[in-house]
C-alpha cells in the first residue's frame, strides 16, 4: 500500500514530531488516503513503475526512483500483522544533531564521518522485536549474616548475628523485547533500549509509512531463550535486592517458578547510520523514540600521528624555547 | 565537500593557541636576541661616575704584577657578567673602643664594622656596572690587621638578588683557603668563582632529558586518552520490564537466630613526628648608611 496525500497525490509520511500524518509536497497535515491496490511480492513500484529490489524480510520500503515509501501489504497483515508499535518520536534532524554532538570531540575520526552529506544517509527502521511476559515465583531460604564492629579502648569487637532468611515473592514481567530480525546485531538491540512502553500503540500502517520496515524472520520460539535469560538475570537480581540488608549469605533452598509465558509481536523504531571507512562498515543505531547511540567511531590514523606529533612537537619547541631564553638571554 | 581542506581548518583551529604562544615566544626570543645583537652584541655600562680602579691594596699584600693582573682578570669578568667587581685589603683595627675611637665607628664589633666599611666604600664610590646607586656588582674587603685578620663580601643589585647567605659563604671559603699562602691566588680565585656563581650562561634551567623525554610522554597520553571509544552502557533498569516495577511480596521474615562477638587487642605504636625547616633566599640584606640597600656576610679567621 501506499499513502498519498488527498490534495496533491504526494507519498504522505508519518512525521515524527508531530505525531501525524504528513505530505512533505504540499505540507499539509493528516490529508492522508491510502491507496486500494494490494501490493504482494513486487518488484516495480506501483507509483513510478521503476524497479525496486525488495529483501525477503521488507515490508516496508522507499522507491529509488521516486523516493515514495512502499508497504507491503501480505507482511504487514495476517500472520506477520504486528500487534503493537512504538512510532518514531525523534526526526532525522534530531538524530543528526545527538550524532554530532555526541561525536564532535572525536578528533580522531575521519573528517567526513560527521559530514551532512553522509548523515543524511541515515535511515529509520521499524524492527520487528517480539516481546515476552513471564509470571514467575520465587521461594528462597537462607541464613543470612549481618557485622558489627567497634572498639573500647585498645580493643576491637566483632558482633556477627544470624538471621533465617525467608522470601516468598512473585515477579510479573511483562513485554521482554529481543529483536526477531537476522540483520540487527542482537547485543546492540539490547544495548539500544529501553523503551518506553507508556508510547506503544495498536499497530496500524501509517506508522511506517516514511520508514522502513521489516516482519519477523526469527520465530517466536527461536529467540525465546534470549528472553528467558534477561527475565532471569533480572529476577535474580531483583531477589538478591530483597536481602541486601545482610552482608553475607547461605543459601539453604531456592527455588524460582515460571507459573505462566506468552509472547507477542510488535515493531519498535531505530535509526540506523552506516558509515564506512576503509572499505569496512561502522554502523550507528539511535532509539527512535528516545535518541540513545550505539555505535564506535572509526579512528584515523593519520589524524592519531598529525594530533600526537603536533602535540609532540608543540611542547618540546616550547621547552627548548625556555632553555634557550635561560641559556642566552639571563 | 573539500574534506581534505576542511581536516586542515579543523587541525588548525584545534592548535591554534598553541600555534599562536609558540610564534609569539619565538618572535620575543628572536627580537630580544636582534636587539641585542644591534646594541653591539653586550650591554654597555651605563654607570660613568664610578672610578677604573677595582684593586685597593692598602694593607700591601700585592705585588704591583700581581694587582695588574687582578685588574685584568676583574675587566674580563665584568665585561661577561655586566657587574663590577672591586677587592679592597686593609690593615686597620675595626673592632673595641681604639676603632671606635680612632674611626669614629657606632660600634665596637668586628662583623657590623667590616659591614659598613665595604658597604661605605661601594656607595661613596659609586660603583655599580648599570647605575651609581644600588647598581650591579660585589665588593670583598679583606681586613689584614693583626688579630683581626677576615673579609667581607658585600653584594648589591643584581649580585644582591642572585646570591644567598650561603653561596656567599662559598664564595669566600675560597679566599680563606688561599689567603695565608698566596693572597693574589685568594683574590684571583674570588674573582674566578663570582664569575661562575653569578654567571647563568650555558647552564640550561631543565635537564634536557626532561626535554627529550617529557614530550613523548605527554603526547603518548594523550594519543591514548584521545583514542579512548565511546561504548554505549546498558541503561535498563533491573525492573524495566517488571509490572508495578517492583516484585509482589507474598511473605517474607528475618527471624534472629544468634551472635556471637569475638575481640582482639589493637596494638597502639607511638607515632614519630617530623619537623620541617625552610631556608631562605638572598643573604645577609641590611641597608647602608647611605640608605642603599646590600646584601654580604663575613668571614673572620
Known sequence: MIFKCKNCGGNVVYKPEKDVMYCPFCDSENSVEKTDESMGEITVCPNCGGEITVGPHTSATRCPSCDCYLILDERVSGDYAPRTIIPFRISKETCKDSLRKQFQTYRFAPTDFLAEAKLNEMEGIYVPFWFYDYDIHWDYQGEGRKVRSWTSGDTAYTETSYYDVKRDMDIQFRQIPVDASEQMPDDVMDLVEPFDYSQMRDFSPEYISGFYAEKYNMLCNSVEGRARKKMQEDSEQLLQNSYSAYSALSTLHKDMQIKSSRADFGLLPVWRYRYTYKGQEYPFYLNGQTGKIVGTPPISQGKVWLYSGTVWACLTALLVLIQMIFMYLY | ?301
Not at chain 2, 643584581?158 to 685568594?186: F, Q, T
Open chain 2, 1 to 301: 565537500m573539500d574534506y581534505a581542506k576542511e581536516t586542515r581548518r579543523q587541525y588548525l583551529k584545534y592548535f591554534r593557541v598553541w600555534f599562536m604562544i609558540l610564534g609569539a615566544a619565538l618572535l620575543l626570543f628572536l627580537a630580544e636576541i636582534g636587539w641585542r645583537g644591534l646594541a653591539g652584541g653586550s650591554k654597555e655600562r651605563t654607570n660613568l661616575e664610578a672610578p677604573a680602579e677595582r684593586v685597593y691594596d692598602d694593607a700591601d699584600v700585592l705585588t704591583e704584577e700581581e694587582e695588574q693582573l687582578l685588574r685584568e682578570q676583574i675587566a674580563k669578568a665584568e665585561a661577561k657578567l655586566k657587574m663590577d667587581i672591586v677587592i679592597v685589603t686593609i690593615n686597620q683595627s675595626v673592632e673595641g673602643a681604639e676603632a671606635r675611637e680612632q674611626y669614629g665607628y657606632d660600634s665596637g664589633i668586628w662583623e657590623y664594622n667590616m659591614r659598613d666599611l665595604a658597604d661605605d666604600f661601594w656607595d661613596e664610590r659609586r660603583y655599580g656596572y648599570n647605575k651609581g646607586y644600588e647598581g650591579d656588582g660585589v665588593l670583598l674587603l679583606h681586613n689584614w690587621y693583626p688579630g683581626q685578620n677576615g673579609e667581607h663580601m658585600s653584594t648589591s643589585g643584581k649580585a644582591e638578588r642572585e646570591l644567598s647567605s650561603s653561596e656567599i659563604d662559598e664564595i669566600l671559603n675560597v679566599v680563606d683557603r688561599y689567603y695565608d699562602s698566596d693572597p693574589y691566588k685568594a683574590y684571583s680565585r674570588f674573582v674566578e668563582k663570582v664569575e661562575s656563581m653569578l654567571s647563568h650562561n650555558g647552564t640550561a634551567p631543565l635537564p634536557w632529558l626532561l626535554v627529550i623525554v617529557g614530550p613523548v610522554v605527554v603526547a603518548f597520553i594523550y594519543m591514548l586518552c584521545s583514542m579512548s571509544h565511546f561504548k554505549a552502557k546498558d541503561t535498563t533498569p533491573v525492573n524495566a520490564y517488571v509490572m508495578g516495577g517492583k516484585p509482589v511480596i507474598n511473605s517474607q521474615s528475618d527471624q534472629f537466630l544468634r551472635k556471637n562477638v569475638s575481640h582482639h587487642h589493637i596494638d597502639t605504636g607511638s607515632s614519630g613526628g617530623s619537623g620541617g625547616h625552610s631556608s631562605g633566599g638572598g643573604g645577609g640584606h641590611h641597608s647602608s648608611h647611605s640608605g642603599a640597600s646590600h646584601g654580604g656576610g663575613s668571614h673572620r679567621h
